[in-house]
């Protein structure tokens, strides 16, 4: 297996795998489908062999969970925790964006 193209952070877009009849690329999330491993496509791969010559296996290497795009269920309640308001939350998550109240029925 050898990773063909990653997007701008870091996850992989294209991975080869080479198998005793052909290579193939498996695009994006079909990476994730195809291995029970990774739960997301920000991972490396290291081949495996147990000190022999031959290829015994790959380790995946890496984290994260989900597209990577946008706001992150887990990092945002771990800032929760940490004792970060919601709109704190969403500003890390969404710079620039205004925060409001639309009516006086919502509040913060």
Request: charged share 20%.
């Amino acid at each position: 297996m050898a990773v063909v193209k990653r997007s701008q952070s870091g996850r992989i877009l294209e991975l080869a795998v080479k198998t005793d009849r052909s290579t193939f690329i498996l695009h994006k999330d079909e990476v994730r489908s195809a291995f029970a491993a990774p739960t997301s496509t920000l991972f490396y791969i290291e081949p495996l062999n147990k000190g022999e010559p031959n290829l015994w296996g790959y380790a995946f290497i890496g984290g994260g969970l989900g597209h990577g795009v946008g706001l992150s269920q887990t990092g945002a309640q771990n800032l929760a925790k940490l004792g970060w308001s919601s709109p704190k939350i969403l500003q890390f998550y969404y710079p620039g964006t205004q925060i409001q109240i639309l009516t006086k029925e919502i509040k913060l």
